[in-house]
């Protein structure tokens, strides 16, 4: 069986396999997958072959059974554990030790994102600690565990608000979930490869940034608003260069959430972020990092206005009307010199009148 199973999926990637015998392998692989045993097949040659296509094909195969929610749920529990042990297993023995094709990288992570929207938090409460427990294994697995975080946002969380109506539960539940658990946990594990990494493997650092900043939308302020991670922030904009495009990103999220306009003009002035940027000046042939902050700049100046807008809009007593001067003393006397410094610095001009600031809006 196994043997056959091989021979298959080869054939059904291989271009010059017989038309008559790709047939007979496109059914002999569909006889495998509605077989009762299936789960325990595609854990055994995930396991045993030594095929890249054989592994993607038990990935993709497992990926579209797990998909099919309610009839996965309806396996026995014995044999839902036997994927999960054997994915993870793979994870720790495989996968944190050796090179594998990003594909079939990819192929896992949305394996393992199927198995959350299935499972997370009834069926598998363990399911981030489980995760984060294989980190220590290395930067492969620090690697899988960034993929499967973007991969978790892009399939699932992201459609909280569209989607049709049992991918918008799902979501909603996943993020319950994580938000009175494991949301902390997952974010220090962030902040930690961005430390680590940071000039070992900047890549792995930009990768955390990048996957930090689709989560900033829908978590907890305090965890990325503290004496922490703003700091490194700033120290990655003004220091170091292949990192702050990232981080001017994730700043630029953070900047951005929905808060009311008074704790919008506090977190503004709490964090310093105008003198921080009024004092980086991109190197002249670091064009996209200036385009990175020319948007932060425009981004600032875009919550700015909203916040007067609302302010103007609300004010009903003479307290209102003290934090609106307030507000508005602050920002003629912080942003507006601030900001004329970094846009009148000569190499952000010259990036500006290039002309590739609009192919970044």
């Known amino acids: 069986?196994?043997?056959?199973?091989?021979?298959?999926?080869?054939?059904?990637?291989?271009?010059?396999?017989?038309?008559?015998?790709?047939?007979?392998?496109?059914?002999?692989?569909?006889q495998i997958q509605a077989d009762a045993n299936f789960f325990g097949i595609a854990a055994e040659r995930l396991r045993a072959t030594s095929h890249a296509?054989?592994?993607?094909?038990?990935?993709?195969?497992?990926?579209?059974?797990?998909?099919?929610?309610?009839?996965?749920?309806?396996?026995p529990q014995d044999k839902r554990n036997e994927v999960k042990g054997t994915l993870l297993t793979w994870w720790h023995s495989v996968l944190a030790e050796r090179s594998e094709a990003s594909y079939i990288?990819?192929?896992?992570?949305?394996?393992?994102?199927?198995?959350?929207?299935?499972?997370?938090?009834?069926?598998?409460?363990?399911?981030?600690?489980?995760?984060?427990?294989?980190?220590?294994?290395?930067?492969?697995?620090?690697?899988?565990?960034?993929?499967?975080?973007?991969?978790?946002?892009?399939?699932?969380?992201?459609?909280?608000?569209?989607?049709?109506?049992?991918l918008r539960a799902d979501a909603s539940r996943v993020k319950d979930a994580?938000?009175?658990?494991?949301?902390?946990?997952?974010?220090?594990?962030?902040?930690?490869?961005?430390?680590?990494?940071?000039?070992?493997?900047?890549?792995?650092?930009?990768?955390?940034?990048?996957?930090?900043?689709?989560?900033?939308?829908?978590?907890?302020?305090?965890?990325?608003?503290?004496?922490?991670?703003?700091?490194?922030?700033?120290?990655?904009?003004?220091?170091?260069?292949?990192?702050?495009?990232?981080?001017?990103?994730?700043?630029g999220e953070i900047l951005s959430k929905k808060m009311t306009p008074v704790g919008k003009y506090d977190l503004l002035v709490r964090i310093?972020?105008?003198?921080?940027?009024?004092r980086i000046v991109p190197a002249e042939e670091d064009v996209d990092f200036a385009l990175s902050m020319v948007k932060l700049v425009a981004g600032i100046a875009r919550e700015l206005h909203g916040i007067f807008s609302q302010l103007r809009a609300t004010a009903t007593s003479s307290a209102d009307d003290a934090v609106r001067t307030a507000y508005w003393n602050w920002c003629c006397g912080t942003y507006v010199p601030c900001s004329a410094l970094f846009f009148l610095s000569q190499r952000c001009s010259a990036c500006v009148g290039s002309g590739r600031f609009s192919d970044h809006r």
């Open 1 to 30: 069986m196994a043997q056959e199973l091989d021979n298959a999926v080869l054939c059904l990637f291989d271009p010059a396999c017989n038309p008559d015998i790709r047939t007979q392998a496109e059914a002999f692989c569909k």
């Open 178 to 251: 994580m938000r009175v658990g494991p949301i902390s946990d997952v974010v220090s594990a962030l902040f930690g490869a961005v430390v680590h990494f940071q000039t070992s493997n900047s890549s792995l650092s930009a990768q955390s940034l990048s996957v930090l900043k689709r989560y900033v939308e829908w978590i907890d302020i305090g965890l990325v608003v503290n004496d922490h991670f703003v700091p490194l922030l700033f120290k990655l904009l003004s220091e170091s260069v292949e990192l702050r495009g990232p981080a001017a990103g994730c700043l």
């Open 272 to 278: 310093g972020v105008l003198e921080a940027i009024s």
């Open 105 to 166: 990288l990819n192929k896992y992570a949305q394996v393992i994102v199927a198995l959350c929207r299935a499972e997370y938090p009834h069926e598998w409460p363990g399911f981030f600690s489980d995760l984060l427990s294989l980190l220590a294994l290395g930067e492969r697995s620090v690697d899988l565990f960034l993929r499967i975080m973007a991969t978790l946002d892009e399939e699932l969380l992201s459609h909280e608000l569209q989607g049709d109506d049992a």
């Open 53 to 75: 296509n054989v592994r993607f094909w038990c990935l993709q195969a497992l990926f579209q059974a797990v998909s099919s929610k309610d009839e996965y749920l309806s396996v």
